[in-house]
T-cell receptor
Framework: GENVEQHPSTLSVQEGDSAVIKCTYS??????FPWYKQELGKGPQLIID?????GEKKDQRIAVTLNKTAKHFSLHITETQPEDSAVYFC???????????FGAGTQVVVTP | GAVVSQHPSRVICKSGTSVKIECRSL??????MFWYRQFPKQSLMLMAT?????????EQGVEKDKFLINHASLTLSTLTVTSAHPEDSSFYIC????????????FGEGSRLTVL
């Protein structure tokens, strides 16, 4: 089955700096890669996603890149703000098998 | 994005009792919903896949008689923790696929279960 690895497990950044989280996946059949933000005591919220026919996608301060050959994808947050502090999860899925395999999560702390 | 509502957000029960958690897709029909369990500072652990009108598919190691899942309609799935024990205390989260063609997965707000 699919296996998703996520690094780093924790990330501390100064407000205004950039944060990068990286994930690798094992199943070449995976074709959908979402990123979720989870605040304490709440359910994960979809913040951005990318499909295998696209190499990069951007939404304001958030961007995701995908390298299909290397089987890795990354989340980039620019101009970080304290409200970006949360746990971020990457995931991989295939439309054919439907399940989502999640990474272990990254605790991001943005200090003012 | 699509809205998934989960209720209750918090529940405290005595050991031996059963607890039901509801998951509703508010603005779309969800033929498939997923139930996850999350321990503190850990990732999401898939418990089962709930399909409307059919039996749920449980992941290995998850007791189907302990965690009863019912997906009676296209907008509602329920998880019942039967004969709850303190070790069942956890954060339970449901999710639903918004669109089978595009594949987005949306989560409920989660339910914190505490078994005394």
């Amino acid at each position: 089955g699919e296996n998703v690895e996520q690094h780093p497990s924790t990330l501390s950044v100064q407000e205004g700096d950039s944060a990068v989280i990286k994930c690798t996946y094992s199943d070449s059949a995976s074709n959908y890669f979402p990123w979720y933000k989870q605040e304490l005591g709440k359910g994960p919220q979809l913040i951005i996603d990318i499909r295998s026919n696209v190499g990069e996608k951007k939404d304001q301060r958030i961007a995701v890149t995908l390298n299909k050959t290397a089987k890795h994808f990354s989340l980039h947050i620019t101009e970080t703000q304290p409200e970006d502090s949360a746990v971020y999860f990457c995931a991989a899925s295939s439309f054919s098998w439907g399940k989502f395999q999640f990474g272990a999560g990254t605790q991001v702390v943005v200090t003012p | 994005g699509a809205v998934v509502s989960q209720h209750p957000s918090r529940v405290i029960c005595k050991s031996g009792t059963s607890v039901k958690i509801e998951c509703r897709s508010l603005d779309f029909q969800a033929t498939t919903m997923f139930w996850y369990r999350q321990f503190p500072k850990q990732s999401l652990m898939l418990m089962a896949t709930s399909n409307e009108g059919s039996k749920a598919t449980y992941e290995q190691g998850v007791e189907k008689d302990k965690f009863l899942i019912n997906h009676a309609s296209l907008t509602l799935s329920t998880l019942t923790v039967t004969s709850a024990h303190p070790e069942d205390s956890s954060f339970y989260i449901c999710s639903a696929r918004g669109n089978m063609a595009t594949g987005e997965l949306f989560f409920g707000e989660g339910s914190r279960l505490t078994v005394l």
